[in-house]
């Protein structure tokens, strides 16, 4: 019964490394890319393609 546990303990560390990974990675990338279409909006409609305006 006690590997139980530890098989817990190796998934939820497992599933959790993983995500950091992820979030380290993401959440720069996606930092950069609103830097690019707030400062410069002709490059970022080029890399992200035409944004629909958004209607009132």
Known sequence: MEYLGVLLFFIIFTMAFWLLI????????????????????????????NKEEAQV
Request: hydrophobic share 55%.
């Open 22 to 49: 992820f979030l380290a990675l993401f959440i720069p990338y996606w930092a950069t890319l609103q830097i690019i279409d707030t400062f410069n909006p002709e490059l970022g409609e080029r890399l992200f393609g």
